[in-house]
């Protein structure tokens, strides 16, 4: 995927009632080009999302609220890309933003990177994604290639401690450790009670929720 610098004169969000210029949240040096999804060679997408039939507000560092339509996140960019009517993309500017409100998450900046809330409070754990990319697969004789390389999104988590932000792999062990002693055993029997599994992304949710309460 190409991007070029250009500055951009005008474009309009909406805050409120209020209409107001696109350069107060979108980047001067981020136009994307096309709406490509992959690379030439490349099948997949670069997109979170399928869609960008979604809204989003994007909340600033000196707390402006701005509703934005058909907005997506542009993994191998790692930001947020908006899409204007004319179907002009335009990426959100990092420098501005402190958090957006999106698909039902909310993504943080912290230390210049989208990362997106998983649990708050007691525990604070965030994730993010990135991009690879799968090989095709290759003719052992000819070594021609017989299927094209593939992005594939995924994700990891980090857990956060006042300014640090640390990676960390969600095993049952390594969660367990984020516990305080004296509740880790109730988690472990809720955890078995419940048939809940670490390795679930929605059972992890459930089980640091019910940690939260104890």
Do not use: C
């Not at 979170?48 to 997506?72: G, P, S």
């Not at 500017?93 to 698909?103: A, L, S």
């Amino acid at each position: 995927m190409r991007v070029s610098i250009i500055i951009i004169f005008f474009f309009v969000f909406t805050s409120g009632a209020q209409n107001l210029p696109a350069v107060d949240i979108v980047s001067e040096s981020g136009f994307v080009v096309n709406d490509a999804n992959s690379d030439l060679g490349i099948e997949g997408t670069v997109y979170l999302n399928e869609n960008w039939d979604r809204v989003a507000e994007v909340i600033t560092h000196d707390d402006k609220n701005y509703t934005v339509e058909a907005i997506n996140y542009n993994v191998k960019l790692e930001t947020f890309v908006v899409k204007s009517s004319e179907g002009k993309l335009l990426t959100l500017n990092k420098d501005r933003v402190k958090y957006i409100k999106y698909n039902s998450s909310i993504f943080e900046i912290i230390n210049g990177k989208y990362f997106e809330q998983f649990s708050r409070g007691e525990v604070e754990i965030y994730k993010e994604y990135y991009l690879a990319i799968i090989s095709g697969a290759i003719d052992p004789m000819t070594k021609d290639k017989l299927t094209n390389d593939k992005y594939d999104i995924k994700s990891r988590y980090y857990q956060k401690e006042g300014d640090d932000i640390m990676e960390f792999k969600p095993t049952k062990k390594n969660i367990l450790n984020l516990f305080e002693k004296d509740k880790a055993g109730k988690v472990k029997t809720y955890i078995k009670k419940q048939n809940l599994s670490i390795r679930d992304e929605n059972d992890l949710k459930q089980i640091l929720k019910y940690y939260s309460t104890l």
